[in-house]
């Protein structure tokens, strides 16, 4: 009886443990932080942050928000388009570089990950055409 009571609370266990696996897409980022450096005013500059999906269901990005107007991002695939386990995308961040001034900007990424809100950063210092 004890042994069948020991088999038993195993097999529970074990039940119990796998059912707590979570088994949601997630993001891998090559990197999530860029610096430009210095850059010349009135030339935007863009970079491509590159994903793979490392989590066991398809990833859905369902939005992509900017802190201001002055940076744009382009999201591959398109928001709300499946990435597969093992697939992989990107988005492209794009600065105006319009102010004279550094900058340090960053995109917010929902999505149904592990994470579900991730973001993403730029940093440089926009200078003087005639300085370049």
Known sequence: MKKLFFIAAILVSFIGFTAMQDNKAEFKFVEETYDFG????????????KYTNVGNEPLIISNVESTCGCTVPNVEPKQGTPVPKGGSGSITL???AAALAPFNKFVKITSNSKTPV????IK?????????
């Open 118 to 121: 991730k973001m993403l950063y």
């Open 38 to 49: 210095k850059i010349p005013q009135g030339k935007p500059v863009s970079f491509t942050f």
């Open 124 to 132: 440089g210092e926009v200078v003087s055409a005639a300085a370049n």
């Open 94 to 96: 794009t600065y105006n």
